[in-house]
């Protein structure tokens, strides 16, 4: 991450200290992602060592580091601190994947971690540093697509969801959806590959194509008028833990958060059900999206959610669904060009994309007879 990136990251721990009334320590030290972890582990020590005064004579080997996970834009560590008067403290450090910034609104991701880590959602947030944060330690098992479609589970996650849609986060309320995919847009159309072979997959794209059908789809999707929350945007298996032993669900990783539309979020979490793989024959059917509409829209009586209500929701969410598809699409042409972690993002574009194509004439369509209907609005 280069110095400007880090003046953001400190510029932006102030002002959530100044807006927030909390005291969320801060370094300029940098760690670097690509070391092998007996390499890295020094480096994270000096970390915690720095952000944390209380441990600033404690001895090396009170410091234990293990990696938890390493997505496909960042790297999780589970940090271990034997405190000298017996005490056992368990912290994760979250480093971000290299160039995330080109996809990522850090600023917009740091003023609203700490208002949901107060309503309950996800790791408290202890510190940040140059490119990454440590937040407290989540007991709990990270969730396969498969777990997302089991009727218990769908339904807390709408009950969750519904309660993670009812957060305040000051600032704009403007939705950002369509703002971040004409940036995407706009980085993706410009790119150049050093592999021939990318270079040859990337000219195939018609990049007029896809500004038509961002410009058509957004048009359309405006006349729902759909509500506007405060939305996770990136709901997929990957950032939901479950503690089986106490049946505790958590919302992880708000990278993606911003005000959105309530029909997008759910459309893109159950676009989230055929995994990375995008087996799109996963993603649930119209009774399985009731069930989890009514425990979103009445967590308490979810018996008492009325017809029209269900048929609204689902036309809203069948409709954004394809907004997620477009998103990630242009999100992972950037992310072809610029991460250096080993993944396919380029065949990932084609995946969403014809998707997406796949998909419109049918979404588009029930869209269209819905707003005809006097009787369903």
């Not at 995407?184 to 050093?194: Q, T, V």
């Not at 993002?345 to 979404?363: T, V």
């Amino acid at each position: 991450m280069g110095a400007q990136n880090i003046w953001n990251a400190m510029e932006v721990a102030e002002e959530a200290r100044e807006s927030c009334n909390f005291n969320i320590p801060s370094s300029s030290i940098t760690i670097e992602i690509s070391l092998p972890l007996p390499e890295m582990t020094p480096q994270i020590i000096k970390l915690c060592k720095d952000l944390f005064k209380k441990w600033s004579n404690l001895e090396d080997s009170r410091f234990s580091v293990e990696t938890v996970s390493g997505g496909i834009t960042n790297l999780l560590l589970k940090i271990t601190v034997r405190e000298e008067d017996g005490n056992t403290v368990f912290m994760t450090v979250r480093l971000y994947g290299p160039n995330t910034e080109y996809v990522i609104d850090r600023q917009r991701e740091l003023l609203s971690i700490r208002y949901l880590s107060v309503a309950g959602f996800g790791a408290e947030l202890f510190g940040v540093f140059g490119n990454g944060m440590v937040q407290s330690f989540i007991n709990a098992r990270t969730l396969e697509p498969s777990d997302m479609k089991k009727p218990n589970l769908a339904a807390e996650i709408a009950r969750q969801l519904s309660r993670f849609h009812q957060v305040e986060i000051p600032g704009s309320k403007e939705p950002q959806l369509w703002n971040d995919i004409f940036k995407f847009l706009e980085r993706a159309s410009g790119l150049k590959f050093d592999e021939h072979e990318k270079q040859r997959r990337y000219e195939t794209i018609s990049f007029e194509e896809v500004r038509h059908a961002v410009n058509e789809l957004k048009h359309l999707t405006d006349l729902l008028n759909a509500p506007v929350v405060y939305s996770h945007n990136d709901l997929l298996s990957g950032n939901l833990m479950l503690n089986d032993d106490e049946e505790k669900l958590y919302f992880i990783d708000f990278e993606y958060g911003s005000y959105s539309y309530r029909g997008y979020d759910i459309g893109n979490h159950f676009n989230e059900y055929a995994g990375f793989d995008c087996d799109y024959s996963l993603y649930p059917n119209k009774d399985a999206q009731y069930h989890f509409f009514r425990h979103y829209l009445k967590p308490d009586v979810p018996q008492e959610v009325s017809d029209k209500d269900l048929e609204a929701l689902y036309v809203e969410t069948d409709s954004y669904k394809l907004a997620s598809h477009l998103y990630w699409a242009l999100w992972a042409l950037i992310q072809a060009k610029m991460s250096p972690i080993d993944f396919d993002y380029l065949g990932y574009f084609f995946l969403r994309y014809d998707e997406y194509k796949r998909q419109k004439a049918k979404s588009l369509s029930l869209v269209q007879s819905f707003l005809a209907n006097p009787h369903t609005r």
